[in-house]
């Protein structure tokens, strides 16, 4: 990392990347990430599974500082699954700060704030996304749009042949 300043890089994405599209997005966020690791990488993350723990783990093997904003109290206990509690547990643990928002419970609003704490903090949006719109609250359309309505810069990865599990999930879009 060299001794310039650090750049903030938030990021918002979908939980439910397809296996066949780990491999593709991993690649395309370290495509994203590489140029920036010289000035050195401020890396943002709410640390869901999918997209956002793909961007913490190519943060982190950049020599990124990872920022863990966690929505919500019992974020962990209801929104992170048992397949994923493992990196979930490793990448908080290699967070250099890690906030937790005031909400008690995971949902809508404490996703919605959690976006607004990213946006705030972040000199862009790394946004993994495949472009479906959605009003889901804390989604990531809702996210990439709130952003741009903030002039945050929004750089949208989506590398060819990523797919999806499923679509409209209520809690990610």
Do not use: K
Not at 16 to 32: C, G, I, K, N, Q
Not at 103 to 127: C, F, I, M, P
Not at 131 to 146: K, L, N
């Amino acid at each position: 990392m060299g001794g310039g300043l650090l750049i903030a890089i938030a990021v918002t994405g979908h939980m439910d990347l397809t296996e066949a599209s780990v491999p593709l997005v991993r690649r395309a966020l370290r495509e994203f990430l590489g140029p920036h690791a010289e000035e050195g990488i401020t890396g943002l993350s709410c640390l869901a599974g999918g997209a956002d723990s793909l961007f913490a783990e190519a943060v982190l093997a950049l020599g990124g500082r990872l920022v863990a904003v966690i929505p919500a109290r019992d974020y962990r206990d209801l929104q992170v699954g048992a397949e994923q509690a493992e990196t979930f547990d490793r990448l908080l643990g290699a967070a250099a700060e890690v906030l937790v928002l005031g909400h008690d419970s995971a949902g809508g609003q404490a996703y919605e704030d959690a976006n607004r704490e990213l946006v705030r903090r972040a000199h862009r949006l790394v946004a993994v996304w495949d472009g479906e719109t959605s009003t889901a609250r804390g989604g990531t359309a809702t996210a990439v749009a709130a952003a741009r309505r903030a002039g945050l810069p929004v750089d949208v990865v989506w590398p060819a042949g990523a797919r999806r599990e499923t679509r409209g999930c209520a809690s990610e879009t």
